[in-house]
């Protein structure tokens, strides 16, 4: 669902240097779920890939990480900043949503509830304070997600869920160690415009322009 992004090395450059190594490595794990639900044809062996990740994550409060990379990025960044790999199992649990029959209102809020954990423990991570995250990170889930569904109508219930969320974490204004996560937040509200198939203009004038003022204002 994720692929190389360009702009991702400026939001990530937005984040307090003490914490740029966390939502990286939070990043890291989201990109590595999202292969795995793209590579999965067969849901119970879905099911048995993510419940690997969902323990081994779990034993990073109690175990030193297994070389895997992804794994060892959480351990060095996260836990000493306070955040647990208890903190990170429920975005496991959020990509576990997909592999569903279907996707219906629920299943939908779960998907953003449990993806969206991601900011809530970057920001943690990052020292924010005060700012919108648990709407902003489902907010942003879903719209990643409704780029990728092959059924409209699916597709339209996740931005239908994300629209409003997304519009409430970018009437904020976010704190200066929160504004990575408010840039992501942006673009994202900018995304559900797009239309079905269509590719985000990465790197255009007028985006990055938007993360600059963001950048600046916190708004």
Do not use: C, N
């Amino acid at each position: 669902m994720t692929s190389p992004d360009p702009e991702r090395a400026l939001l990530l450059a937005y984040a307090p240097e003490t914490g740029r190594g966390a939502l990286a490595a939070l990043l890291a794990l989201d990109d590595a779920l999202a292969q795995l639900i793209q590579t999965t044809s067969e849901p119970a062996l879905g099911q048995i890939r993510l419940a690997w990740w969902r323990e081994r994550i779990e034993s990073l409060d109690v175990t030193a990480p297994p070389a895997e990379p992804v794994l060892q990025g959480l351990a060095a960044e996260l836990l000493p900043r306070g955040v647990g790999g208890a903190d990170l199992v429920p975005i496991v649990d959020g990509w576990e949503v997909l592999i569903e029959d279907s996707l219906d209102g629920m299943a939908l809020k779960r998907f953003g509830e449990g993806r969206g954990t991601l900011f809530r423990a970057a920001g943690q991570a990052m020292g924010a304070q005060g700012d919108p995250l648990a709407q902003a990170g489902q907010g942003w889930a879903l719209a990643d997600l409704s780029r990728h569904l092959g059924t409209p109508g699916e597709a339209d219930a996740a931005r239908t869920l994300a629209r409003p969320l997304l519009q409430a974490a970018t009437g904020a204004r976010w704190s200066g160690k929160g504004r990575a996560l408010g840039a992501m937040a942006h673009l994202a509200l900018r995304d559900l415009d797009l239309s079905a198939g269509e590719a985000p203009p990465v790197g255009s004038p007028r985006r990055l322009l938007r993360l600059i003022w963001h950048r600046m204002s916190g708004r």
